[in-house]
């Protein structure tokens, strides 16, 4: 696993606040950004923990809680404040080591009066213990001896871009060596006690000292040439979301004890086994000519483990994770359509787990149906903490009137309503819980048939859907979105089915729902072999977009027009009918599928970084397997790419879910009950790739090498598998080679 | 005025914060400190606006709000985020101009690509229109074409140390130019208008950004090699201290138009004439082998200048003026005894109007009286906006016992209530205003006797004062603090005085401060002709103080000794007995204050700022002459030395103007009724001091030149002048020339 890394070779102010996304270290339970220890300009720190969010008044959306530092360190050489901008940096080298879940940062740093200092930092956030964190950083004078003073503590100045969420309930001292400080949040009543202890290779001179929301300690000492210095902090988190509020300070401090016994080298050794197994068992290997696809799939697979909150079923995964600030921390449909298949087909009890957090939010998302008039649940299109809306009313401000926009997907994106239910689907089909299905799936899926139910509109004896957003953000408020009202007939379909099969005796309602499918309007292909992606999409003038494609990504279409004129014209933010065909690929035939993909590529932007994976997907399947991998490419450039800003304010989640879906669509499975069919179509440049995955209480490995399938099942009940037209029955930890991929790849390119 | 200005040669990033404050600009409605435009790694940011509090929950006192920030500039050069860190800085020149209240910042930049950059910041604050700011920023590409971009705007990302006081009511860009943000306190119920706009040189691709509590400009050009760029930044402030609240924006907006139609020029033209105009009148002049008694004493003066709220007499002046967060803009009895003289004697309605903001605040005054237990008005420790207690309740954390203390002044620095009533009496027999007297002095003086009548308790016949602090902070909870005593006994007599001069019948009001008069214990000089500081400071025992006075100023006495410890020794943060002295010249002998001043020095570490000037005078006056010269110098160097940090949270206020006080004293006047006697003592270094006053409604203008005491009076009644035994009868507009200085500095020295 030596190439798990992401590295940083120079020092760039520019690339500062990707690298701190990119490089963010977290468990799960919370998310640290890869900052520098030092203060820098521009630098925007982060902490986040998975389920803390706070409203500054009850007009704002609850957003995640930027939390206090607790990595920042403030050096003093000699007296004088260092900074690694003033003076020359040599044989810079900082990674994000991703198989251990650890950044190092070595640098040289030359002052201008020719002092020469040796840097090296270590940072971990621990996979096997959700509440701890260390670093460690020695510092060695190369060439003259130095009076060295470190400052480092909890410093709760950091805010939410100035918004200040906490309150500071106490700071403490504990034998003279380990800070506390317990916050709360000012509104939301959730309590952080946060607890740091540090140890010094040298004795110091230690003061502890807590002013203006800071409790620091200020260690100072003497260092001969060459002498190394090194300080270990530990960290301990915990928060009301674990424990009783009042036995927080001592689950704290007692950790924060434990971990500065064990040092930083033993909680490292702990935390590494917890990500070798992981590793292990998930990893997907390629072996590509072009190396940012394994880079680009294992970083997927990297975030996609930190920003789950795997512990706790009131929680979800944010579109950002635990990377940053951006979308305020809030949950998308980009969790159910694009994130959550991902943990489906490795741990199904994660994805579970993300569908109660839903599961637990009926009775606001119910409020919110009745609130609008509807029945049913109505799940908002930002979710956080209590499950109502919390998309913000306003957005941006508009300079040609001097007043802000209205958000409009709260109002229609009501697709997400439908999204929820077919993850449930989704989890169903792949796992067969019938438990879950009994005790919460049903009910979900039931409200949510109730919802669309009295969300569709009867014309002339057919139901219509109207005034809605589909995944297309660029065209706004119009009828019978296709992706929308073809995903409400399959919910309302398969919730029909499953009321069936789990004897639901409520045969008014079922009625109703037959009822419904018999009478919703699905847009039909047209004479051009086009789905329409709504009731007026087809007759709006097309304009040229290669200006903005060039600049995919930023929305900059927005400075050329107004996004009234955008919606008046066919142009897309995202994929919306290529997302139906994503979801739905045996609805239409294979024709369809091609000429709906390139009228709709021609006419997207692909300014959401939800679109390019799923565009691979379908470029893939309609045969254009060039055009699919490079869509691959540029997909696993959205966060790695060389845009320096892009990332700023946190990863793209839903990119990264992607990624897998579209590494998993090169493999083609289609599962049918107890029979996976495989049709893969891996790229050329690749000579190897193995996918994991679990299927129905299976787990299963396959391989391609050398133009020969492989398939074993580590364990499970025996499975059918089908490739090339060969049917194979596979049984206990038999390893199956197929040898028509040479054959087929000939055909395929 | 050549001289009046404060330079900075070299960029010290260990002096950041110190010329942040030192540098700071304002006008008295508002300050900024003297930040450097681009953001630096501990750079502290700051801008206030006299009375401008609030607090984020009621527990916390209220503090000065630290507003969003306007100076701020992000510079991209060629795409790169511009740091003047990373590259080489030569001919670096930055610079206070006291004369004219303006910055000016001069540099070249060189890149590690070898680009030369010349960069020009100037800015102002201005003093003739409170509402005001402007800057001008010019940059020059010195050796090849480049692109810039530059980004600034309204960052309402600031807060204090974290706490977030305001919250965005609105932001809008008018007229595609003008950017306008509406802040309010989130519980204090205040409201801020931020206008800015930006004038360009050159034609600039311009784009607004409204996000995250910024609302920023983005401006971006190419640039020929040696073409100077210019961006001319103009800023209006409103609050809802100035008008109804709706009517805010308006106001901001035409003033900003106003200003921009003007330009930076002409807005310095404006400013500079009335800075002209306040030196011309007041300005000090001294000719002295040291540079730093003039520098500081124009630094005093300055400073007392843009601190001071001149214009509405609901506010006072904080301890840190406009210039930082220390002490969270609080007034103590600083303002009255410290820096209220300095205006007394040169502007005395501003002297008034400080007193009203004491008047203004009877009401809650009196309920914390009554809250105590007492009768009458009890002045809080600290205060702000409200006249309620500010003092925080605790203070920093002891690592001791990992609890916080409680902060002892609020509880019994009850000294403050008549140190108010003193500077009520002071105002009046120096401005003789009966007005004044009769419609507020004389009932904040039977208010505050009120308070002293039931503050005091009897004891065999005699009245004590129990539970106090003095001055001195290192003694608490002390009985018959000589200073305290001594102050209630003058109020009482004078307030008696005053009553019987302004025909206040309250005869049962007046017995019983006759009877107090007659029954107040005074510490009375014993046998070692010692002043009791209080009952029992005497006889404590006395340490070796030297190693603390070596580092005075930083209270490292306590990093050695508990305050409970330090309670018990004869140690003294500050004058005591020696301010008693100071403000009480004649209740002593001669003999009693030089050896009062000599023990009580002997035992001072001076680790308050308020002390060094007031040894000062009462060395002079005990004839060490060489030593006050000494004191004074020292004092000189509260802000304005070597120390890098000891301003950092603002400047000392208190010593400033008791610098004033100090230079005062060299002239050694004393005002009797119509005669106002010399008997100047300047120190041997200055060849030449003009000293500005005021007097009962004569402006006086006093100078040593050569020897010679020449001594003008500008305007107002005939009055007599003595001085050396003689007196003199002075005349409009008439010039006295004594010559018996020579002599007399021969005896004295």
Known sequence: MKKLKLSEKSFDLQKLNKFGTLMTLGNGYMGVRGVHEENLPIQRRGFFIAGIYN????????????????????????????????????????????????????????????????????????????????????????????????????????????????????????????MQGVYKTTRSDQSIVLSAACLYSHTCNVNYVSKNRQLVSEASTSLREAEPFTIEKFISVYTSLDEEEKVLPHLGLEKVKDLAALGYDEIRKASMDAWDKFWNEQRIEIHSSNKMDQLAVDFAQYHLQIMTPKHNNNLSMAAKGLTGEGYKGHVFWDTEIFMLPYHLYNEPETAKSLLEYRYNRLFPAKELAAQKGYKGVQFPWESARTGKEETPEYAAINIKTGKRQKVASALAEH????????????????????????????????????????????????????????????????????????????????TLKYMSQFNQKDLKQKARIEDALDRLYLPQVNEDMLIPQDDTFLNKPAIDLTKYKQTQGSQSILLDYSREEVNEMQVLKQADVVMLLYLFPHLFSQDVMKRNYRYYEERTIHDSSLSKAIHSIIAM???????????????????????????????????????????????NMQFRENTIHFDPQIPESWSYLKFPFYYRQRKMITEINGGKLYIRKVYGPPVYVEAFGQRHYLEEDQLLEIDKLANYQEEGS
């Open 621 to 667: 399947r309609s045969g254009e397997n060039e055009r699919a991998y490079q869509l691959f490419q540029e997909a696993c450039l959205i966060d790695l790419g060389p845009n320096p800003k892009s990332s700023d304010e946190g990863i793209h989640g839903a990119s990264l879910g992607a990624l897998w879906l579209a590494v998993s669509s090169f493999l």
């Open 55 to 178: 409203n500054t008044n009850e007009e704002e959306p609850e957003e995640i809680v930027n939390l206090p530092d607790v990595l920042g360190v403030e050096l003093e050489i000699d007296g004088r404040p260092f900074s690694s901008l003033c003076g020359k940096i040599a044989d810079y080298q900082r990674t994000l080591h991703m198989d251990r879940g650890e950044i190092t940062h070595d640098y040289l740093w030359k002052s201008e009066c020719g002092l020469q200092l040796q840097l090296s930092f270590h940072r971990l956030v621990a996979k096997h213990d959700q509440h701890a964190m260390a670093s460690r950083i020695t510092l060695t004078s190369l060439n003259k001896p130095v009076h060295l003073s470190i400052r480092t503590g909890i410093d709760a100045q950091q805010t939410n871009h100035g918004r200040q969420h906490l309150k500071e309930e106490n700071v403490r001292v504990h034998d003279e060596q380990y």
């Open 415 to 494: 697709h997400i309503v439908a999204d929820v239910a077919f993850a449930v689907l989704h989890y169903y089909k792949v796992t067969e819980d019938k438990r879950f299905m009994r005790e919460k799936g049903l009910e979900l899926l039931k409200e949510v048939s109730e919802y669309w139910l009295s969300r569709t509109v009867e014309r002339n004896g057919q139901f219509h859907i109207l005034n809605v957003i589909g995944p297309d953000e660029y065209t706004e408020f119009i009828d019978n979105n296709a992706y929308t009202n073809y995903m409400v007939h399959y919910v309302l379909q398969e």
